[in-house]
């Protein structure tokens, strides 16, 4: 099979009421992925769950700042990303950037948010592809028990990243590229002038750009390229926009 047609195939089965929650499954470099509403993709034959854009500590570097924001963003992330590891069974967890917000953000608080989320999770294997709040805030540290690695790092058939790389036809000779770092949006307009803006997947020809798993990150709403597929996150619910003309 060609390789532009082994890119990125998408399932375009309806769905009935009773699996609108379900998982929304693609291939992706010939490889069977599920892209999940609670913002993460997950990789069934190697047991790995991509996430992007955690930005731990945002609120906290915020506060530091003089801005004040309620605490609880750190916890309620965790417990998400705790609760999707067991839904699906991941044994790895690859974080496609921007663990940590900034250094301000690094206070003890998150350190024993997050040392107690370890616990729970040991024989997790973690791996950070650093991006770039990642390089000002600094590698987490070793008693988190997290491997840290520089962009792209292969993972055959894909290529980690955390900004995504040009979109082009057929597949990038190290791999098809998963990435993070735009905090990817579409606004749905309708009836009544009615619109409402919603985090997405972006499914390219050679790179899937992934949502942004932090809940106190923004969305950057843009058109999609003429090749992309879009898959939209609606509270549990994922639906893909129709492609453009």
């Not at 609120?59 to 003089?66: I, S």
């Not at 057929?170 to 993070?180: C, E, K, T, V």
């Not at 972006?202 to 790179?207: A, N």
């Amino acid at each position: 099979m060609p390789l532009r047609a082994r890119a990125r195939r998408c399932a375009a089965m309806p769905r009935s009421r009773s699996d609108a929650r379900a998982p929304f499954r693609c291939e992706l470099a010939g490889e069977p992925v599920e892209l999940h509403a609670q913002r993460a993709l997950y990789w069934p034959r190697a047991r790995t769950l991509f996430i992007a854009d955690l930005h731990l500590g945002k609120a906290a570097a915020f506060r530091a700042g003089g801005v004040p924001l309620p605490a609880g963003t750190t916890a309620d992330d965790l417990e998400r990303l705790a609760t999707l590891l067991a839904r699906t069974g991941a044994e790895r967890l690859v974080v496609l950037g921007d663990f940590l917000h900034a250094a301000a953000g690094r206070t003890s608080a998150l350190a024993r948010a997050f040392l107690a989320w370890r616990e729970r999770h040991r024989a997790l294997a973690m791996t950070l592809v650093r991006g770039n709040h990642d390089a000002k805030a600094g590698d987490p540290p070793a008693d988190w028990s997290i491997d840290t690695v520089g962009e792209p790092h292969e993972a055959t058939p894909f290529l980690l990243c955390h900004e995504p790389p040009e979109d082009r036809a057929g597949r990038d000779l190290f791999g098809y590229a998963l990435a993070g770092h735009v905090h990817p949006g579409v606004r749905i307009d309708g009836s009544g002038m009615q619109s409402e803006r919603l985090p997405c997947f972006v499914l390219g020809r050679s790179r899937a750009i992934l949502p942004a798993f932090g809940r106190f990150t923004g969305l950057d709403v843009h058109a999609p390229g003429r090749h992309d597929r879009v898959v939209a996150i609606a509270g549990e619910r994922l639906f893909a926009l129709p492609s453009r003309p």
